[in-house]
């Protein structure tokens, strides 16, 4: 990833003490932008993993090439969550 500032840690979800880890299913066009991202596997927290997705939209991929030109693919991204000090 070109730009992978990692995700805010939602303030309620730190207090509650979840953490875990979402994998998201991006489709990445030719361009790097993110078009389409979905939970593949959520990480039990819907707050986390709402975070995951508001992050990821602001990404910019390297794309996928075939010989030396960009082409649209398909990555899963993991996006993990975890308390430093729970």
Sequence with gaps: MASDRPP???EMARQRGEQGRTVLRVNVGADGM???ISVAVSSGYPMLDS???SA???WRFVPATRGNTPIPAVAEVPVRFRLENP
Aim: glycine residues 0%; aromatic residues 8%.
């Design 56 to 58: 990821v939209r602001d």
């Design 34 to 36: 993110p078009h389409d």
């Design 51 to 53: 975070a995951a997705l």
């Design 8 to 10: 805010v840690y939602p």
